[in-house]
């Protein structure tokens, strides 16, 4: 979603859930305040490679393990990963190839991993009951690509725990490309660079400390697995593909001083055409492609990527910033960004209309539980029957007077047809999404093809916290 301005992402209440590992009560931790910004450099992240090709498919085995990461300047904090890396590396897919990934889990919880935003079958979703056991249990994803380009993702989705394993660290991206992106002449190569985004809360000892639903204390900005870092950049366009990996912290990107940027795809790939705005909202899950060009800056400038989003009393001026780009070199450019990105599919006649309510506990005494329709989440119900192959039209509306949520449907990409009884006919949500904001009070209108593959799948809050809170519910397409 594109705005200049837009509400803060507090959860509300507090229930902590059975958790991967127990979190001892903490009034102090590190203070933000005491980390100094932008003085260590943004990594890119490592690209994971395959041990095997043929000629339809690419095959990978990853590991998920605990490691040390320097997150925080001076501290080792234990994390959760892929393969070793904070945040996870970065699988390079094509469109019509397929891909298999062999995850073995060495982490002391049951997981499992969903590919955010892709199409696949139910077998291979990540389901929140579809568990990969700990002390080296392995299961085998199989992903088609049988979809246009997209920025997706890797999660942790088994049900009460993702939340904290996800905090812990437990993410990676999947670039899926086809030719109607790369014949278009983006920014590509080195300029062509994928930043995570998300906050944490650290002990005293540099030690991530998770507690449900615990927004305001989680002060520190990281991006790409380091808090508050720069990046060196030349004066020419670059493409950054945001990645919002936060449990409940939303963000408004925007450059500080008030720059325009070219918002050029989100969730499901391109946009129909390239989009001018001076800030780009993610709640979490979200994802927003975006072209800088730093053409305009003289060699040796200092330049901030901000978060702009209206906070809450009481937090720290620190969230306010991101990354810091240095300007420190001249190149070529021969990138474009055309008029025309891309024809979006066509909306087909929708056949079935469908509401739901999203609702959490917001007022003491706690605990709080979350939930759809009124109910919380039971993997032995079929929440929402779909015939296979039909257009269906959802209304998502956010019940709560204070918190804000969002919704993800798994399987599809889906079109936001009005946002509060407006149509959306450009900007961010004029493309395919997967995942969609709602404020509190708000109500969206979805429309989406239930096509390609048949079982059980599930829909939900985005907001971790609150989908392990109960906020989640299962659809069968039949």
Not at 159 to 185: I, N, W
Not at 320 to 343: G, H, M, Y
């Amino acid at each position: 979603m594109v705005t200049t301005s837009a509400a803060s992402a507090i959860g509300a209440g507090g229930l902590l859930l059975s958790a991967p590992r127990s979190s001892a009560a903490v009034t102090t931790g590190i203070d933000p305040a005491s980390i100094a910004k932008y003085a260590r450099r943004m990594p890119r992240l490592p690209a994971l490679l395959p041990h095997a090709v043929s000629p339809t498919t690419d095959y990978y085995r990853v590991t998920m393990k605990e490691a040390q990461a320097e997150v925080v300047p001076g501290f080792l904090t234990e994390v959760n990963t892929f393969d070793g890396h904070f945040p996870g590396p970065v699988l390079h897919a094509r469109s019509g190839r397929r891909v298999v990934v062999t995850q073995t889990n060495r982490l002391g919880v049951p997981v499992s991993v969903h590919l955010h935003g892709a199409h696949v079958p139910s077998s291979s979703d990540g389901a929140p009951m579809d568990l990969i056991a700990t002390d080296g249990g392995t299961k085998t994803y199989t992903y088609p690509n049988q979809q246009s380009h997209a920025n997706l993702w890797f999660h942790d989705h088994a049900h009460h725990t993702e939340s904290e394993t996800v905090f812990r660290g437990l993410t990676a991206t999947y670039l899926l490309r086809d030719d109607v992106e790369t014949r278009l002449g983006l920014p590509s190569g080195r300029y062509d660079v994928p930043v995570s985004i998300r906050d944490a809360r650290f002990d005293e000892d540099g030690q991530l400390h998770y507690e449900m639903n615990d927004f305001a204390n989680r002060q520190v900005i990281l991006a790409n697995g380091r808090a508050w870092p720069y990046f060196e950049v030349a004066a020419r366009k670059y493409r950054f593909r945001f990645y919002n990996t936060a449990n409940l912290r939303s963000f408004a990107l925007a450059l500080a001083d008030g720059s325009p940027i070219t918002l050029i795809g989100t969730d499901g790939g391109l946009l129909a055409a390239p989009f001018q705005t001076t800030s780009v909202t993610l709640s979490p899950g979200e994802r927003a492609d975006v072209v800088i060009d730093f053409s305009r800056y003289p060699v040796g400038t200092e330049l901030e990527l901000r978060n702009v989003i209206p906070q809450p009393p009481g937090q720290p001026v620190d969230v306010a910033q991101v990354l810091q780009f240095r300007v420190t070199r001249t190149a070529s450019d021969t990138s474009v960004v055309p008029a025309a990105l891309r024809t979006l599919p066509p909306l087909p006649p929708a056949t079935v209309e469908r509401s739901f309510s999203l609702l959490m506990d917001e007022t003491p005494p706690q605990p709080a539980y979350a939930y759809i329709n009124g109910k919380e989440f039971d993997d032995q119900r079929i929440d929402t029957t779909i015939t296979y192959g039909t257009t269906e039209v959802w209304t998502v509306t956010n019940a709560n007077l204070r918190a804000p949520h969002n919704f993800h449907i798994h399987l599809v990409q889906f079109r936001v047809l009005e946002r509060n009884g407006v149509a959306v006919t450009s900007g961010a949500e004029s493309g395919l999404k997967d995942t969609v904001m709602l404020r509190a009070g708000e109500t969206v209108k979805l429309q989406a093809t239930f096509g390609g593959y048949r079982g059980v799948y599930v829909y939900h809050c985005h907001l971790f916290d609150h989908a392990s809170m109960g906020m989640m519910a299962q659809m069968q397409v039949v």
